[in-house]
Each structure stands twice: as structure tokens, then as C-alpha cells.
């Protein structure tokens, strides 16, 4: 490469900078939050479609209905269908703790006041979560 036609700009200055540390974490937790949460609706989509099929049937006898239904819900409990619901719950909140990791860390590069809000009202709630569900666990 030679510098004929920009004899004064050197062509090895021009180097690529990475984008800050804290960008690179948010961003991240921010994108893991986003298909977390799309993994539970696409969780509660497909258990929805279970149960309608399931409570589907309208063809033949009232003891052929019955033994089809018996046979779905054989089906439902050797594929641990009640994990389904169960986990959604699960999956929502480790959604919306990654979402309130990532607020603060995102807007601690902005404005540090709001970032300070957000993290004392997360850190708040997330006391308050732990408070509830301690007292709600039996001994």
C-alpha cells in the first residue's frame, strides 16, 4: 500500500476499537433475557396445544371417548407434561433476573444516578422475592 493518493493520513493508525466491557456484558444478558423469555412462551404455546388436543374428542362411543382420553393422559404423564407448567414460572423469573442485571450495568455507562435507581429498586425486589418465598416454604 503506498501513500500516494493520502500522503499524509499513515495507514496503520486506523485500528478498530472494541466496544466497552460493560456494552459487551449488558447486551449479552440483555439477548439471554429476550430468548429466555421466548423459550417460556414457547413453552406455554406448546403446553396449550397439549391440552386442547387433549380435551379434543367428539368420535364414537362414550367407552371408546373414555379410553382415548385415558390413552392422552397416559401419553401426558410418560412425557412429565406437569414439568411444563411447573418450569414456566421458573423460566420468567430467571428472565426477568437477567433483565435486572443487565439494566443497571447498561445504564451505569449512561447516567449513573438512574442506573443507582434501578439497581436499589431490582436489589428491593429481589429482597422482597426471597422474604416471601422463604416464608412461604413449609418447614
Known amino acids: 500500500?503506498?501513500?500516494?493518493?493520502?500522503?499524509?493520513?499513515?495507514?496503520?493508525?486506523?485500528?478498530?476499537?472494541?466496544?466497552?466491557?460493560?456494552?459487551?456484558?449488558?447486551?449479552?444478558?440483555?439477548?439471554?433475557?429476550?430468548?429466555?423469555?421466548?423459550?417460556?412462551?414457547?413453552?406455554?404455546?406448546?403446553?396449550?396445544?397439549?391440552v386442547?388436543?387433549?380435551?379434543?374428542?367428539?368420535?364414537?362411543?362414550?367407552a371408546d371417548q373414555s379410553r382415548d382420553r385415558q390413552r392422552k393422559l397416559n401419553g401426558l404423564e410418560e412425557w412429565y407434561f406437569y414439568i411444563v407448567p411447573e418450569s414456566l414460572l421458573m423460566i420468567l423469573q430467571f428472565a426477568l433476573l437477567l433483565l435486572a442485571s443487565a439494566l443497571p450495568v447498561y445504564l451505569w455507562t449512561i447516567c449513573r444516578v438512574i442506573a443507582g435507581v434501578i439497581l436499589g429498586f431490582a436489589l428491593s425486589v429481589g429482597i422482597a422475592y426471597t422474604f416471601f418465598t422463604l416464608i412461604a416454604t413449609p418447614n
Not at 456494552?23 to 423459550?39: D, K, M
Not at 386442547?52 to 362414550?62: A, D
Open 1 to 50: 500500500m503506498n501513500n500516494t493518493l493520502f500522503p499524509d493520513v499513515d495507514p496503520n493508525s486506523a485500528t478498530w476499537t472494541s466496544p466497552p466491557r460493560e456494552a459487551v456484558i449488558a447486551q449479552s444478558l440483555l439477548y439471554a433475557s429476550l430468548a429466555t423469555s421466548l423459550f417460556a412462551a414457547l413453552l406455554a404455546v406448546l403446553g396449550k396445544q397439549w
Open 52 to 62: 386442547v388436543r387433549y380435551l379434543r374428542n367428539r368420535r364414537g362411543s362414550t
